[in-house]
């Protein structure tokens, strides 16, 4: 009797398993190919009032989702760094139906001791095309005068998976957007696991002055929530198991949200999620059954993003 409930029980994960092998590219499931991105170059290069100012970037280009860059202004006359403040920086998305909006960004760039450029960030939510472009809206003080620039660039889809964002209304009504910023390339094992998390600023007042209005594109990076992880597969073969050892993400002092993903084989794996406010109230996500389902695709929560490595 127990041969034969033994047989039966073979076969049984046998069949599952090569339906499910037939179904799936295990070569697409996994991308060796990934490539780490970590050097700052120039993106774009603009001359406007005697100053020549260069937008730089990782890679030297922008991707839909998140985007660290780098701001330098230089005098034309003597290709020497130019003594600016109050650098500003907003990014306008214009839509051919004629609908504008932008992103979540830092507006007013920020200078540290010791660096000859100002930096700040974008996330971009759409990419380039016939219908969608964008445009970046730069203001800067210089000897007493304000200057401002505008120019065109292009963000591209970003090919890499683990750089993957989302963007959702929380049950408080807000608009949000999380993005993931790193590991770039993921290892097998424990991983930190670093996110923006963002909110529209609804404005108050109608538009006023000359476009654009910074009031009316006005994000904010949120303050002490938590976002809570349950990594899964969810593929059919892999039965939607998880891992151990995870640690839910929080703010730490770059103002960015850092936990732990432990990884335990490359493939399709899910980041559900549950966000919480500083009150601890749930504002998107919801729970993850502990099932093992091998053959059925997994479950996930109404707030995650799927990553590949």
Request: some cysteine.
């Amino acid at each position: 009797m127990n041969n034969i409930f033994s047989f039966f029980t073979a076969l049984f994960c046998f069949t599952v398993l090569s339906c499910t092998k037939e179904k799936t590219d295990y070569q697409a499931e996994t991308d060796p190919a990934v490539i780490e991105h970590h050097e700052f170059k120039e993106a774009y290069s603009i001359h406007s009032g005697g100053y020549r100012i260069s937008i730089e970037a990782l890679n030297g280009m922008f991707y839909k989702g998140y985007n660290e860059l780098r701001l330098k202004i230089m005098d034309s006359r003597t290709n020497q760094e130019a003594d600016v403040s109050a650098v500003t920086f907003l990014p306008i998305v214009a839509h051919a139906d004629g609908r504008n909006a932008s992103c979540p960004h830092l507006y007013d760039l920020l200078r540290r001791n010791g660096e000859n450029y100002f930096s700040g960030y974008a996330v971009f939510t759409e990419e380039s095309d016939n219908d969608t472009k964008w445009e970046l809206y730069i203001g800067f003080t210089a000897n007493g005068q304000s200057y401002a620039i505008t120019q065109e660039v292009a963000v591209h889809e970003q090919a890499n998976k683990n750089r993957n964002m989302t963007t959702f209304t929380g049950k408080d009504g807000q608009q949000y957007f999380i993005a993931l910023i790193a590991p770039q390339r993921p290892k097998v094992g424990e991983n930190e696991l670093v996110a923006g998390i963002y909110r529209y600023d609804r404005p108050g007042n109608p538009p006023s002055g000359s476009f654009p209005d910074p009031t009316q594109y006005s994000y904010t990076a949120v303050n002490g929530f938590t976002l809570q992880l349950d990594p899964r597969m969810p593929e059919p073969s892999m039965g939607n198991h998880s891992s151990p050892n995870n640690q839910d993400l929080t703010q730490q002092d770059d103002g960015l949200y850092h936990g732990i993903v432990n990884y335990t084989m490359t493939g399709n794996w899910t980041l559900n999620f549950i966000l919480l406010n500083h009150q601890g109230q749930i504002l998107k996500g919801t729970v993850v059954p502990d099932d093992f389902t091998p053959g059925v695709e997994g479950v996930k929560s109404e707030l995650h993003i799927d990553i590949l490595f």
